[in-house]
């Protein structure tokens, strides 16, 4: 494991950190269950995670490691994502089949986000390709450190059980299940802090 520095990104990176987050979320189970079709998935899932997380940066909230191969949108307090253009993508893109299950995976991931002033990581992803030199720990520090200083709870879903045990070591819980249909389980972690 490398030594991994975390910057805020600008919004001249905005292309690169949408790119590996996309790349990152290609096997993701969650992710692959809504956009079965490689096609469709690498045809807009840059537009699902703009509409999600984008308002990272416009917050100073979108972070990168040093060679932008890891990446993490995070939503302050108060910021949630964009949700008329996510809804009219979801509607375009996903197979009409599935469109209710996916809406209702929403509403399920939309209760169990904390009541009280929260940040919220929306994505965060690590090229494939260099996955495992602890740059998804890296990108998690950089925010918590502020969370902890700030006295606010942080919130994420797991959409890949693979990466539960990652956030539980910087001190998430899993609150519960999140599961429709045929969907693969995705499990909404909280964190109350350290401070």
Do not use: C
């Not at 956009?35 to 537009?47: N, Q, V």
């Not at 089949?97 to 939309?110: T, W, Y």
């Not at 709870?153 to 299940?177: C, D, I, K, M, W």
């Amino acid at each position: 494991m490398s030594a991994t520095g975390v910057r805020s990104a600008t919004a001249a990176e905005r292309d690169r950190v949408v790119s590996t987050i996309s790349l990152a979320f290609v096997r993701d189970p969650v992710t692959r269950w809504v956009w079965p079709d490689a096609h469709t998935y690498l045809s807009h899932y840059t537009e699902f995670a703009n509409a999600f997380g984008g308002k990272a940066f416009e917050h100073d909230s979108a972070y990168h490691v040093d060679d932008l191969s890891g990446a993490a949108l995070w939503l302050p307090p108060g910021v949630a994502a964009d949700e008329a253009p996510l809804v009219s993508l979801l509607y375009a893109t996903v197979e009409p089949a599935r469109q209710e299950a996916v809406f209702s995976l929403l509403q399920q991931m939309g209760s169990f986000h904390p009541h009280e002033s929260h940040w919220y990581l929306a994505l965060i992803g690590v090229d494939p390709a260099k996955q495992g030199r602890g740059h998804g720990g890296a990108l998690l520090r950089h925010v918590l450190e502020r969370v902890d200083r700030e006295g606010h709870v942080a919130y994420l879903e797991s959409t890949n059980p693979a990466n539960v045990s990652l956030y539980q070591r910087h001190g998430f819980a899993v609150v519960g299940t999140i599961q429709v249909d045929d969907a693969p389980p995705m499990f909404p972690m909280i964190r109350r802090g350290f401070a």
